[in-house]
């Protein structure tokens, strides 16, 4: 496996070099790391076959001519310029703070880089990466880790929200079930970092609403290859980077409604009763499908978002960063 290449910039020797020894240190077998104190040998450096990451300073950064720096942007799959101003834009750099610490200056970079690798596999693929959220267990924050999720996902690209959230919907005089236009809503959450951070009152991100989606035929009554086809659909289009789909309150969907997306979130809590259903939930698959939607479900236990005693602020932010680190670890 490649490693990653990092390029410390510092007019001082013994900061860049310092820098680059903490990587060596503490980053193992995956990356490594060159310290540069001059423009000329960075840039024969980068001519020679370049670097996936450069940290450059501020004080490094005034010493390069407008075509060097351009280099930089060009050669540096992720180029970090650290700043002496908090909040100070260079365009086409990633700004960070210089003055903090060695180790929350390296995981902020990397995470961008990782952030822009999945972008940048996403645009290769040309395919809809198809999500689901989904538990049999009520009340467990299905919803708005669905839309905390759908936000981070907008920065890499765009994202299609699909609810089939049975609580939102109006049951029909004349049916035991509601149609699937009282079920489904969308929200295109534009990508793009400027609509981000996550307004509290629209959980989740600047969210378009387009209204309930009309279907030519009530999806609820022709069953589970209904709901398939409509997933399928809206993925073949091309339009989006991601479909996110809140499952809601969908009672045991079957195998061949869950297996069309590649990801299965199933948001879990700790109590007895939750446990039984999910065991439930489980036992209703045959061995071949539940080996299947094995590899595709990953569980996450979010009991400290949905307990009554909550810090609701503080629970908000820590399921935001949960499914912000979804994004870098899993898509």
């Known amino acids: 496996m490649a490693k990653t290449m990092i390029g410390i910039c510092d007019p001082n020797r013994d900061y860049a070099e310092r820098f680059a020894y903490f990587i060596w240190h503490r980053m193992g077998d995956?990356?490594?790391?060159?310290?540069?104190?001059?423009?000329?040998?960075?840039?024969?450096?980068?001519?020679?076959?370049?670097?996936?990451?450069l940290i450059v300073t501020e004080a490094f950064y005034r010493l390069l001519k407008p075509a060097q720096a351009g280099c930089c942007l060009r050669a540096a799959k992720t180029a970090a310029l650290l700043t002496e101003t908090e909040g100070k834009p260079?365009?086409?750099?990633?700004?960070?703070?210089?003055?903090?610490?060695?180790?929350?200056?390296?995981?902020?970079?990397l995470a961008e880089h990782r952030l822009r690798e999945v972008k940048d596999d996403a645009e290769r693929s040309g395919k809809t990466r198809k999500i689901a959220v989904y538990s049999p267990v009520a009340r467990c924050g299905k919803t708005s880790f669905a839309l905390e999720l759908s936000a981070a996902l907008g920065q890499v690209g765009t994202v299609l929200?699909?609810?089939?959230?049975?609580?939102?919907?109006?049951?029909?005089?004349?049916?035991?079930?509601?149609?699937?236009?009282?079920?489904?809503?969308?929200?295109?959450i534009r990508s793009g970092r400027e609509d981000l951070p996550v307004p509290?009152?629209?959980?989740?991100?600047?969210?378009?609403?387009?209204?309930?989606?009309?279907?030519?035929?009530?999806?609820?009554l022709s069953g589970p290859e209904g709901w398939r086809g409509l997933i399928e659909a809206l993925a073949a289009v091309g339009t989006y980077r991601f479909l996110v789909a809140d499952l809601g309150d969908l009672v045991?969907?079957?195998?061949?409604?869950?297996?069309?997306?590649?990801?299965?979130?199933?948001?879990?809590?700790?109590?007895?009763?939750?446990?039984k259903k999910l065991a439930l939930w489980e036992?209703?698959?045959?061995?071949?499908?539940?080996?299947?939607?094995?590899?595709k479900t990953r569980r996450?236990?979010?009991?400290?978002?949905?307990?009554?005693?909550?810090?609701?602020?503080?629970?908000?932010?820590?399921?935001?960063?949960?499914?912000?680190?979804?994004?870098?670890?899993?898509?």
């Open 30 to 53: 995956s990356y490594e790391a060159a310290a540069f104190t001059k423009p000329e040998r960075l840039q024969t450096v980068l001519a020679a076959g370049g670097a996936d990451i």
């Open 90 to 109: 260079f365009p086409g750099w990633y700004c960070l703070y210089r003055y903090r610490s060695t180790e929350q200056i390296l995981r902020a970079v």
């Open 161 to 188: 929200f699909l609810s089939f959230e049975v609580l939102n919907a109006h049951l029909k005089d004349d049916a035991d079930r509601p149609a699937v236009s009282d079920l489904l809503y969308g929200a295109l």
């Open 200 to 220: 509290d009152s629209e959980r989740g991100g600047q969210v378009t609403r387009l209204g309930p989606v009309r279907c030519a035929d009530d999806l609820a």
């Open 252 to 275: 045991l969907p079957p195998a061949s409604v869950l297996t069309v997306f590649d990801r299965i979130i199933l948001p879990v809590l700790q109590d007895e009763v939750s446990q």
């Open 283 to 295: 036992a209703s698959f045959s061995e071949e499908e539940a080996a299947v939607l094995r590899e």
């Open 300 to 331: 996450l236990d979010l009991s400290f978002f949905c307990e009554p005693q909550a810090d609701r602020t503080q629970a908000a932010a820590e399921l935001a960063a949960l499914a912000g680190r979804l994004v870098l670890e899993e898509l």
